[in-house]
């Protein structure tokens, strides 16, 4: 999975990069589409990098560092990208306010009216662009957090599998003690009715000589 979001990252910032390169040859409604566009595009390959992000959060702590790594690049690599773009963006948002403004200005009657209105249009949107830009910025530092949990938990849970398996060595260690234990402990027996067998025989041995001796 992490190779298939690595493709798709790819794929989505050379998108990106060649909208920008040819930003400045394309004409409005061009260039208009292609803000559209590129605005879903910047949307993908943030979810591209949040799943890579996720996706070493579950790898093994041994190919975790190199990997995060390479992903913060990745990071870098997006946001100069993004603010490259919004930058094309704001551009070309200010030349059709200008346009459209010289344009409400040749109307008779309607120049003032339409100017203002363009202007508390253009504050809405910012606002507007602002507020999303903030929700975003919570979002990614809720998910940031909830991925920080996810490592956390992940390091708990392997610390926990090694004291289970050392757990496990301590019991067949403790059972191989006991066996060890009731093997001596059958030895010990064995060895005492072997010695009461030798006793009872030198006895007999003893009782028979002294019979033979009497008689």
Known sequence: MFQSYEEDFGRLLNSLQKKIATAPSLGNEVWESAISEGSNELQEAEKCL???????????????????????????????????????????TDQKSRETLMGARLDNGFGNHREKLI????????????????????????EGSAIDAMGQ??????????????????GDQ???????????ARRNIQNKLIMLGIAILLVSAIVFLIYIKLS
């Not at 202007?119 to 809720?142: C, D, P, T, V, Y």
């Not at 403790?174 to 001596?184: A, C, D, F, K, T």
């Open 50 to 92: 949040r799943q890579m992000e996720i996706e070493i959060s579950m790898m093994p702590s041994s190919s975790r560092v190199s990997i995060s790594s390479q992903v913060r690049r990745y990071r870098d690599d997006f946001d100069e990208v993004k603010r490259n773009f919004r930058k094309e963006e704001t551009k070309f």
């Open 174 to 184: 403790l059972s191989q003690g006991h066996r060890v234990i009731n093997n001596i």
């Open 153 to 170: 938990l992940k390091g708990q849970r392997e610390v926990l599998e090694r004291a289970i398996v050392n757990n496990r060595e301590v």
């Open 119 to 142: 202007q508390k249009e253009g504050n809405m949107l910012s606002q507007q662009i602002m507020r999303l830009e903030q929700g975003k910025k919570a979002a990614l530092e809720a």
